[in-house]
């Protein structure tokens, strides 16, 4: 299960862009993960403040991109 530290979140939209079923929905004051998600966990490595955890999946290479 993916977990949003809505706190953390500043709504900067890199997740959604590396989603890979487009799963993530930016409106203006907040960040929904909408029920296709699949729990790769792929966007959990893009965030650059890790306001995003867990997933079942972390690609390696993904996350010397932070
Ligand atoms: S865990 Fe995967 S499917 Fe779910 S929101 Fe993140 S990138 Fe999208
Ligand atoms: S990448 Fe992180 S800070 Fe940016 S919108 Fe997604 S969860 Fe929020």
């Known amino acids: 299960m993916i977990a949003l530290d809505r706190d953390s979140c500043v709504l900067c939209g890199l ?15 907040e960040l929904k993960i909408l029920p296709n998600c699949t729990d ?3 966007c959990v490595s893009y965030c ?8 079942r999946y972390r690609p390696r290479d993904a996350a010397t991109l932070r």
């Open 48 to 55: 650059p403040v890790g306001a995003l955890s867990g997933g």
């Open 15 to 29: 997740c959604t862009g590396v989603c890979p079923p487009n799963a993530m929905e930016l409106t203006r004051d």
């Open 40 to 42: 790769c966990g792929w």
